[in-house]
């Protein structure tokens, strides 16, 4: 009796010794495949299990979070969701995450190894931490500057602090309420659909995403080009442009809306907006020297994020000197997102030392220590410092006395330039809108704000559109929010 008893034993022995063999092959080898397997539901689960981290703008949450009793407990919501929507973008329990929901997840989440408390517990715990909070560098009366100057039109603004970086205004119109987009069922699909659907694109992130030909506001770019490359050494002294202008190599003559632009100077071509003088410099710089001029300001990079990504503003590197011409006035195949144009007013304002633009300034664990600081790093010296100074008070005597006089603040130096952009077939569309400018308190030592604003207003008449009357204002309007700071 006792043998059987024995061999019991031993056979139970290796059952259990078989069972922790299984386990811990099924820990150490297949968790990962396991948890990754699509219809492992545990992980989604766990996912919502606990309230998310927050996004924070002016040290005030624009996110929360709501327990629905449901499976998936924890569903995001938004306050002013339309304001903010281009910055923080949406957490969809049904569609993922976009824009800084998406960049900074495993800090809202807690599943970022820097939220625990010591060095690989979550590994080792396979737990995760409260989720952490993104502290925002957007200021909140910047951003409702730009929302309400634009009031619901077709358009974006982007604005920069030009010694730091930091990005303060980020709007993108139309805009949705990302709350629409938080939890799961037919409300969630039919909002998905209805705003994919919608021809005005009130998901698409018309700051940061989108690109539009700049038109005249490009011709602070080639300014640039040409003084550092010295083809102009007096910004004052006449060129040698012809009025209207041949395009090189064809018989197609390229014309000025201004008057006086004939033999005019590259400062008076800036305050007037010639079209002649500046396609002239862009070949007189040559297309080496361009394209190299405009990398330093940002053109053709494809990985630029802030931390989402941002797309390629565009200036082609193969081109005829016709094409050349066009593209050094903002035309051909020229693209920029209004944070590219920002960028370049920006540069400008600082003296010509580009800074890295970032939307995060920080993030935090759940009970408010920093994790990670983003820091201000300069991107590229995008033009010479001297450039830079007669740059500057080019773009001030446009507000002063050119085409951007809507734009001017009292007690303040305000720069800027205006720009109508041609598109479509035979420049068949509505004009694009634009206006970038920077603005400096007087008495202060460094520039406040620089600010881009594109608008696309299919509903204005076509005579109306300039970007002196339609995004001058809305600059305007931001730059005084950000002086008032």
Known sequence: MIRYIRHAAAFCLLLLVALLVNAARIQVFEADELDDNSANRRTTIDRYDQPRGNILVGGRSVTGSKDTGEQLAYERTYRNGPLYAPVTGYASQTYGTTLIEHAEDSILS??????????????????????????????????????????????????????????????????????????????????????????????????????????????????????????????????????????????????????????????????????????????????????????????????????SGVAKSNFDTEMSDDQLALSSIGQFDTTATPLQMAMVASAVANGGDLMRPHLVDRTTTHSGSTVRTTGSRSYHRAMNPMTATQLRQMMVDVVQDGTGTNAAIDGATVGGKTGTAQHGIDNSGTPYAWFISWAQADGSARPAVAVAVVVEDAAADRADISGGGSAAPIARSVMEAALDD
């Not at 940061?208 to 011709?219: A, D, H, V």
Request: net charge negative; aromatic share 6%.
């Open 110 to 307: 807690g599943t970022d190894p820097m939220l625990a408390p010591l060095p690989f517990w979550n590994e080792i715990t396979r737990d995760r931490q409260p989720g952490g909070d993104v502290v925002t560098t957007i200021k909140d009366s910047m951003q409702r500057a730009a929302y309400e100057g634009l009031g619901g039109r077709r358009g974006a603004v982007a604005a920069i602090e030009p010694t730091t970086g930091k990005i303060l205004a980020l709007v993108s119109t139309p805009s949705y309420d990302p709350g629409r987009l938080s939890g799961t069922g037919s409300s969630v699909t039919d909002a998905w659909r209805e705003l994919n659907a919608s021809t005005s694109q009130p998901m698409l992130n018309r700051a940061i995403r989108q690109t539009y030909p700049p038109g005249s506001t490009f011709k602070i770019v080639t300014a640039a080009a040409a003084l550092d490359a010295g083809v102009v050494n007096d910004p004052d002294a006449e060129t040698d442009t012809p009025s209207p202008y041949v395009l090189p190599g064809t018989s197609t003559t390229l014309p000025n809306e201004a008057s006086g632009c004939e033999q005019a100077s590259l400062a008076e071509a800036i305050r007037v907006s010639c079209n002649t003088v500046m396609a002239h410099l862009g070949v007189e710089v040559g297309l080496d020297g361009m394209v190299e001029a405009v990398g330093r300001f940002g053109f053709n990079d494809t990985g630029l994020t802030i931390p």
